[in-house]
């Protein structure tokens, strides 16, 4: 699945918190938008996909251990136990962390948990990506039909990063695999903070800022769409380098952190906070650059939600 999980995201953008059997969800600053025309999420790609049976039922705990982000297992399954902001991302492929990149979502529907399990048909011979775009599509149809939620895209300038190959040319190892061998995920990755490990799966990574980033076969949109969860603006793969690559970094300090790191900070897995390198650096290290530069990136803006009817 190309799950973002094991997330960490920077000051700000912090979606999800976990403490003392308790979850703490911090909303991103509504965003003004322009020049658009409402539709219905199921009328964005292909109005026929459609699971062929979900349950869809509000959380009656929110601890911790309980928690699945939204993952797509083999033979069409979809499950998720995870914040209402978080599926949408999902369903759009949108960074799971506040952005500018998703709007419009009511506060207290921002702050609900639903227990989603869903059956649909995946045709097989289908590479790992596109079951998964399939299964978003999916998951579209379902939040408009159980959540009645209308949608519609924008595309703006604003301020980006754009990723982009440094002087010196790229320093990516190739992955083990090819698309059309890679496996679907037999289990659901693991909540965000968990410890890093080497998925199986493709188009996936584990990891973060405090863990730095691990993959066994990924590409440069799925890099930039991960590394997007620890960004201040949006991350557009402008690299122009096909295939699937292996990747492993060290972990990051986070981008713009105020106040510093106290003296003697540590990560979740032991190191210095202050020894560590910058996002820049890290990707530096591939032979890529965050480059700061204005251009035009997709936004979906929700216009209509509603409590969902249940089972």
């Not at 590409?219 to 492993?248: C, H």
């Not at 910058?278 to 204005?294: D, N, Q």
Request: charged residues 25%; proline residues 9%.
């Amino acid at each position: 699945m190309t799950n973002r999980v094991a997330r960490g995201p920077s000051r700000g953008r912090r979606l999800l918190l976990a403490g003392g059997g308790a979850l703490a969800v911090v909303l991103a600053a509504a965003i003004g938008l322009l020049n658009s025309s409402p539709i219905r999420a199921q009328a964005l790609p292909v109005s026929a996909l459609a699971f062929e049976a979900a349950s869809v039922k509000a959380s009656a705990s929110v601890d911790r251990a309980s928690m699945r982000p939204p993952t797509a297992l083999p033979g069409g399954r979809f499950v998720s136990k995870w914040p209402l902001y978080q599926v949408i991302a999902y369903a759009y492929n949108l960074p799971s962390t506040p952005s500018v990149r998703l709007s419009g979502i009511p506060d207290a529907m921002v702050r609900s948990i639903y227990d989603i399990e869903a059956t649909g048909t995946i045709p097989a011979g289908l590479s790992a990506r596109a079951r998964e775009d399939r299964t978003r599509i999916m998951v579209r149809t379902l939040l408009a039909d159980r959540f009645k939620m209308a949608v519609h895209k924008e595309t703006k300038e604003m301020p980006v990063y754009a990723l982009v190959v440094a002087r010196g040319g790229p320093k990516l190892q190739k992955a083990d695999i090819k698309e059309k061998d890679c496996p679907e995920a037999a289990v659901a990755p693991p909540p965000p903070g968990s410890p890093t490990h080497d998925p199986e799966t493709c188009h996936a990574f584990y990891g973060g800022m405090g863990r730095g980033l691990h993959a066994r076969a990924v590409n440069m949109a799925d890099l930039a769409s991960y590394v997007e969860n620890w960004t201040d603006r949006p991350l557009l793969d402008k690299t122009g380098i096909q295939g699937l690559f292996r990747v492993e970094t060290a972990p990051w300090r986070e981008l713009n952190a105020s106040p510093p790191p106290l003296p003697g900070a540590k990560t979740e897995g032991g190191s210095d906070v202050a020894d560590l390198p910058t996002l820049f650096e890290v990707l530096e290290g591939l032979g890529l650059k965050m480059e700061a530069r204005k251009d035009y990136a997709d936004v979906y803006v929700v216009d209509h939600i509603e409590k969902p009817s249940e089972n």
